[in-house]
């Protein structure tokens, strides 16, 4: 049994899910929070779906490479413990939306020496790079995508919170597509407690969203992003 305060589901690829996985360290530090990271994966949410047409043509390709590093993540959780999702989580993070660069296209966010970068920032043996190519990771990261949806429903997307784990209510959200400022941000998430608190509360949600304030989306800190139509964590072109 998790004795964390919050359970993070995270894809590595999810822009919103890392946005708001930056507020929640910002919160856990300044409350002490426990945060327990797992894994939750778009491509397996999706793999009933026809990419082509329900999806802009490059999301087959980014969702399947999420899987690939999900496969590194659960690999690095098995052999040196959950402890080892932290940095690594981090680490992605930062390369895969922060790079002044801009976002590394599915090919490169796998390939051996990106992974091996990742890994050595996350403090890991870049020998774990090995486990993109695995298939023999996706059961266990299945498992958990469906112990995510056991909590929320399907119609979700990421990331997944689940307050107070095993007992409180879960969430697919919050969704931010800004980082709030220190303070702000303890407020905010005070605000979002109370409602996952109330055992009545099921939903508030608007598809509407600004592109996220990363710099792999050009979006850059204190600009206001287009406002995008989304569907259960995605655009969609098809509704």
Not at 70 to 94: K, Q, S, T
Not at 184 to 208: C, I, N, Q, T, Y
Not at 212 to 218: I, K
Request: proline residues 9%.
């Amino acid at each position: 049994m998790s004795d964390a305060d919050l359970s993070f589901w995270f894809d590595p690829v999810c822009p919103f899910a890392w946005l708001t996985s930056k507020w929640v360290r910002m919160v856990a530090e300044q409350r002490e929070y426990r945060v327990e990271w797992r894994l939750i994966s778009l491509r397996l949410l999706n793999r009933d779906v026809d990419y082509a047409a329900r999806f802009p043509p490059e999301y087959e390709a980014g969702h399947t490479a999420g899987l690939e590093l999900l496969r590194v993540a659960a690999r690095a959780r098995a052999e040196h413990g959950p402890a080892a999702l932290d940095p690594l989580y981090a680490a992605l993070g930062r390369h895969v939306f922060e790079d002044p660069a801009g976002q590394p296209p599915p090919e490169r966010a796998t390939s051996r020496p990106f992974v091996e970068q990742v890994l050595t920032e996350a403090g890991l043996p870049t020998a774990l790079a090995s486990a993109v190519d695995d298939d023999a990771e996706d059961a266990a990261i299945q498992a958990e995508t469906d112990a995510a949806l056991a909590l929320t429903g399907k119609d979700v997307g990421t990331p997944v919170l689940h307050f107070h784990p095993p007992d409180g209510a879960a969430f697919f959200g919050p969704v931010i597509s800004r980082l709030p400022g220190p303070e702000d941000a303890v407020a905010l998430w005070d605000h979002v407690v109370a409602l996952a608190g109330f055992p009545g509360f099921a939903e508030l949600k608007r598809s509407l969203r600004e592109r996220p304030q990363l710099p792999a989306f050009g979006v850059s800190p204190g600009e206001v992003g287009t406002e995008e139509d989304w569907h259960g964590g995605s655009r969609r072109q098809n509704r």
